[in-house]
């Protein structure tokens, strides 16, 4: 007996709706990263070179465009964090399909009938929690920073407006 464990062949050698599935949600982790270490990179950035209000500015419109950069993207890992558990969640269910059509097509409930259909179940389930647990972290984490910044530049922007009319 040569029982190998592989999870590509998990995700692979089943239907192409587990396929489909499971190439969905590694899509929706890798676009997830890459917004992830894009924001890692900006605040980075910020950290060296704080973005800074100038009184020469047009401040009513220059602290929204600030902070566009760090709002930019961060729709999607909302996103990923709410739909990537009932996409794997959908997965899971097809895999169990697979698993009870197996057992009427075979008349057994040998573990060798069940196994793939549970395993692409699972499979997917771990997928949609892999995609949806970095994505709401990441996403509550630069969330929150740019909503202080946002706060932080707009105070300054209302101080630079009342020094100034101050100084009429």
């Known amino acids: ?3 190998t464990f592989s999870l590509f062949r998990i995700f692979t ?8 599935t499971s190439i969905l949600l590694v899509i929706g982790s890798v676009i997830s990263w890459m917004i992830i270490i894009e924001k890692i990179r ?3 950035r910020e950290r060296t070179h704080p973005t800074q209000l100038h ?4 401040l009513n419109l220059v602290v929204d465009r600030l902070i566009k950069p760090f709002d930019k993207n961060l729709w999607f890992l909302s996103m990923a964090s709410v739909v990537a558990p009932f996409i794997g969640l959908f997965g899971t ?13 075979n008349q057994s409930t040998n573990i060798a009938v069940i196994a793939p259909g549970l395993a692409a179940a699972l ?7 892999i995609v949806a647990i970095p994505a709401a972290i990441a996403y ?8 202080t910044l946002y706060d932080e530049l707009d105070d300054a922007r209302k ?6 009319e101050r100084n009429k």
């Open 140 to 147: 509550q984490y630069f969330s929150k920073k740019s909503d």
């Open 93 to 105: 269910i097809w895999g169990i399909m697979m698993a009870f059509s197996a057992i009427g097509t």
């Open 55 to 58: 009184p020469n500015d047009n």
């Open 159 to 164: 101080e630079i407006i009342c020094e100034f």
């Open 13 to 20: 050698s089943g239907d192409i709706v587990v396929l489909a």
């Open 42 to 44: 900006l605040w980075g």
């Open 1 to 3: 007996m040569n029982a």
């Open 123 to 129: 499979g997917t389930t771990a997928l949609g929690l």
